[in-house]
């Protein structure tokens, strides 16, 4: 009967949390998806624009910290379905609205709202799945993003052929706030909600050491917390530049097409999709072998695995791909001739999309991995809070992608910021290597171990 309960909740929850964060990141998008339509009934230039976004980024920023650390304090029920109505009524409202003041107060709080939707998730996977099947879960879900990132757009421009902008954000905010409602009923914070035995507690008595709850001064003195904060900006760093630069990287400096350009970055997702899955499915399976121990982790290694795997896609990108193709053939033209006959594109086209899928999937892995390391090695009562800490050095990591990442371009070259990128990801790869074996329990430990 257990087994019974365990597996429908378990199903009911996930699935109210996989649709209910799909709709998060949809209700996120929606004034990208609609922006072409809006600047054709209302006068917006770049600079409105980019206002409304931004003060939805800031304040996504500041909410998701928040969110982490109130959903260590209150019902991650509650937290999720209130934001989740938030971001809904938002979106009807915006719907009405029509100036840029307006837009901008009203996308800010949409972003507030957003920073409810992930912390929660995180809280609640924890609470009902066991250590060895935490990592596959967290990645399912977060492939909600890729759902809602790739059909939102499709799916909006088919009704706007039949409704205009503000009907479609009316209809999305209501639909949004109504599953709400349903997520208040079915999400459950834990198995003891419903009178299921705690999946912590049994975890626990198999765990070599494992950490029960601790005070906020022994959590933040955990070195780990810290060595995986600065992990965690750097690889987001890297990978925020990479997305958000690599394109105009190949199209200023190595004489690419526009459309190689989205190409590569449509390749880039793509790997970043199989690679986030590949991460929690490979790194469950090390854990079921070896267990969670005082003392390193066993999805290091694969985290290591991807690190590197980062810097050398970087690599390759930087000094193979030029613009004009050596006399002598290199190698990877020579073992891509053959591809290259077969499907009528050109070896180095093919070369751009392997290098944007191996960085992708090299880099949306431990960008999955650290959000689980960050939740499974915290003391029981800051779950949340660990991944808001890590969370928020990975927001600082994205601002250095921006106008820092773009000033040294500016100065120098595309090469040049792009050498530097590669640079931090070794050390911080070497760096990571080398604390590979230091103490992974944040907080106060059991008395008794080894």
Same mark, same amino acid.
């Given at each position: 009967?257990?087994?019974?309960?365990?597996?429908?909740?378990?199903?009911?929850?996930?699935?109210?949390?996989?649709?209910?964060?799909?709709?998060?990141?949809?209700?996120?998008?929606?004034?990208?998806?609609? +922006?072409?339509?809006?600047?054709?009934?209302?006068?917006?230039?770049?600079?409105?624009?980019?206002?409304?976004?931004?003060?939805?980024? +800031?304040?996504?920023?500041?909410?998701?910290?928040?969110?982490?650390?109130?959903?260590?304090?209150?019902?991650?029920?509650?937290?999720?379905?209130?934001?989740?109505?938030?971001?809904?009524?938002?979106?009807?409202?915006?719907?009405?609205?029509?100036?840029?003041?307006?837009?901008?107060?009203?996308?800010?709080?949409?972003?507030?709202?957003?920073?409810?939707?992930?912390?929660?998730?995180?809280?609640?996977?924890?609470?009902?799945?066991?250590?060895?099947?935490?990592?596959?879960?967290?990645?399912?879900?977060?492939?909600?993003?890729?759902?809602?990132?790739?059909?939102?757009?499709?799916?909006?421009?088919?009704? =706007?052929?039949?409704?205009?902008?503000?009907?479609? =954000?009316?209809?999305?905010?209501?639909?949004?706030?109504?599953?709400?409602?349903?997520?208040?009923?079915?999400?459950?914070?834990?198995?003891?909600?419903?009178?299921?035995?705690?999946?912590?507690?049994?975890?626990?008595?198999?765990?070599?050491?494992?950490?029960?709850?601790?005070?906020?001064?022994?959590?933040?003195?955990?070195?780990?917390?810290?060595?995986?904060?600065?992990?965690?900006?750097?690889?987001?760093?890297?990978?925020?530049?990479?997305?958000?630069?690599?394109?105009?990287?190949?199209?200023?400096?190595?004489?690419?097409?526009?459309?190689?350009?989205?190409?590569? +970055?449509?390749?880039?997702?793509?790997?970043?999709?199989?690679?986030?899955?590949?991460?929690?499915?490979?790194?469950?399976?090390?854990?079921?072998?070896?267990?969670?121990?005082?003392?390193?982790?066993?999805?290091?290694?694969? =985290?290591?695995?991807?690190?590197?795997?980062?810097?050398?896609?970087?690599?390759?990108?930087?000094?193979?791909?030029?613009?004009?193709?050596?006399?002598?053939?290199?190698?990877?033209?020579?073992?891509?001739?053959?591809?290259?006959?077969?499907?009528?594109?050109?070896?180095?086209?093919?070369?751009?999309?392997?290098?944007?899928?191996?960085?992708?999937?090299?880099?949306?892995?431990?960008?999955?991995?650290?959000?689980?390391?960050?939740?499974?090695?915290?003391?029981?009562?800051?779950?949340?809070?660990?991944?808001?800490?890590?969370?928020?050095?990975?927001?600082?990591?994205?601002? +250095?992608?921006?106008?820092?990442?773009?000033?040294?371009?500016?100065?120098?070259?595309?090469?040049?910021?792009?050498?530097?990128?590669?640079?931090?990801?070794?050390?911080?790869?070497?760096?990571?290597?080398? =604390?590979?074996?230091?103490?992974?329990?944040?907080?106060?430990?059991?008395?008794?171990?080894?």
């Amino acid at each position: 009967m257990g087994a019974t309960g365990y597996g429908y909740y378990r199903t009911a929850i996930f699935s109210c949390m996989f649709i209910g964060y799909s709709l998060y990141f949809f209700n996120r998008k929606t004034f990208s998806f609609v +922006m072409p339509s809006v600047m054709e009934e209302i006068e917006l230039d770049k600079d409105d624009l980019g206002l409304i976004t931004s003060s939805q980024t +800031m304040a996504y920023a500041i909410s998701k910290f928040i969110s982490g650390v109130l959903s260590d304090q209150i019902s991650a029920r509650w937290l999720f379905s209130i934001g989740l109505f938030l971001v809904g009524g938002i979106n009807v409202v915006f719907s009405w609205s029509s100036t840029v003041p307006v837009f901008s107060l009203l996308w800010f709080i949409n972003g507030l709202g957003q920073g409810c939707g992930w912390p929660p998730c995180g809280k609640v996977l924890r609470k009902w799945f066991e250590p060895s099947q935490f990592g596959t879960w967290w990645s399912v879900l977060s492939c909600s993003m890729n759902l809602a990132g790739s059909l939102g757009p499709i799916l909006v421009t088919i009704l =706007l052929q039949y409704y205009n902008w503000r009907t479609i =954000l009316t209809a999305s905010g209501i639909f949004c706030a109504s599953f709400s409602l349903v997520c208040v009923v079915f999400i459950k914070n834990e198995p003891k909600d419903v009178g299921l035995p705690s999946i912590e507690g049994a975890a626990k008595k198999g765990a070599k050491g494992g950490n029960g709850e601790s005070t906020l001064r022994e959590f933040l003195l955990s070195p780990f917390l810290w060595v995986l904060s600065l992990g965690y900006l750097v690889v987001f760093g890297v990978k925020t530049a990479a997305t958000d630069w690599g394109q105009l990287f190949l199209m200023q400096e190595k004489g690419q097409t526009v459309l190689m350009g989205s190409t590569y +970055m449509s390749a880039l997702e793509v790997g970043g999709f199989v690679g986030s899955l590949a991460a929690g499915f490979l790194s469950d399976r090390a854990v079921a072998r070896q267990g969670l121990g005082t003392h390193g982790n066993p999805r290091h290694r694969l =985290l290591l695995f991807m690190m590197a795997g980062m810097c050398v896609s970087m690599y390759l990108f930087r000094v193979t791909i030029t613009l004009e193709m050596p006399q002598e053939a290199p190698l990877w033209v020579q073992v891509l001739h053959p591809v290259s006959v077969l499907v009528g594109v050109s070896e180095k086209e093919i070369w751009i999309l392997f290098l944007g899928a191996m960085f992708g999937f090299s880099s949306y892995g431990p960008i999955s991995l650290f959000g689980v390391i960050a939740s499974e090695s915290a003391p029981s009562n800051f779950c949340g809070t660990s991944h808001a800490v890590v969370a928020l050095m990975a927001n600082v990591g994205a601002f +250095m992608a921006g106008l820092p990442f773009s000033t040294i371009a500016k100065q120098h070259s595309w090469d040049t910021a792009f050498w530097v990128a590669e640079v931090i990801m070794a050390v911080a790869t070497v760096g990571f290597f080398l =604390l590979r074996n230091m103490r992974t329990k944040m907080g106060r430990l059991a008395e008794k171990t080894d």
